[in-house]
């Protein structure tokens, strides 16, 4: 799939809903309201180049056989509104490092060392009930100038506007002490709530893993942060 073709969101919509058809339901209202995941930084490395593949399969590049190394992640959530009411039609990025940790943008250190075949970066549209569906790898931690936590980088966008930028960690790696990041979410529950945990996926005969991350956006577009 090409990032610059004219009919990317309904096929980025059907190949989300065909993925995850089977995995959401769609329940009622939330008792309480759920917990807003929190804002976090963009950080320096957005793509400046977008690969030239951006779709939800972060594994395999256009149409190539060779599928990029690391350990295979089905990572499923579902976009929520600030009382727990799912939100579809809704853009989700994701971009990370390759599994050495160095990321698609062209200022990344090591860039010449970088898996050509990982795309690093994918969109999804949210269906029905909200949900969205990537097939990635397993974060691993990488090293700037500060080393990081094993992330994963999320934006949602909403009717061309931008609702939230956050980022998702593995729940109980031993960097997410130290992560500066991580640390600044000082509510409890709200940093709970992007410790993510990577677990087997049953019957998987290649040894994947599934990671659920579900997202609460507010009412209203995020202001200008500054990285």
């Given at each position: ?119 690093g970066f994918g969109r999804c549209l949210t269906g029905p ?92 577009p995020e202001a200008p942060l500054e990285d």
């Amino acid at each position: 799939m090409r990032a610059e073709h004219p009919s990317l969101a309904c096929r980025l919509l059907l190949q989300c809903l065909a993925l995850t058809a089977g995995m959401f339901t769609v329940g009622g209202a939330f008792a309480a309201e759920p917990t807003r995941t929190p804002r976090q930084t963009q950080g320096p490395f957005y793509p400046n180049r977008l690969p030239p593949d951006t779709d939800n399969d972060l594994l395999i590049v256009n149409d190539s056989v060779t599928p990029a190394a690391g350990k295979v992640t089905h990572l499923t959530g579902r976009i929520l509104g600030p009382a727990g009411e799912p939100v579809p039609n809704a853009i989700v990025e994701i971009w990370q490092v390759d599994h050495q940790g160095i990321y698609l943008h062209t200022a990344s250190p090591n860039r010449e060392r970088r898996d050509e075949n990982f795309q690093g970066f994918g969109r999804c549209l949210t269906g029905p009930g909200g949900e969205y569906y990537f097939r990635t790898i397993k974060p691993v931690p990488y090293a700037a100038g500060v080393q990081r936590a094993p992330h994963i980088h999320v934006i949602v966008n909403k009717g061309g506007q931008r609702m939230l930028t956050t980022q998702l960690y593995v729940k109980g790696h031993p960097l997410n002490e130290q992560d500066f990041v991580l640390k600044g979410i000082r509510d409890k529950a709200a940093r709970e709530s992007v410790l993510v945990d990577f677990t087997p996926t049953a019957d998987s005969r290649i040894g994947g893993l599934t990671a659920r991350f579900d997202i609460v956006i507010g009412k209203t577009p995020e202001a200008p942060l500054e990285d």
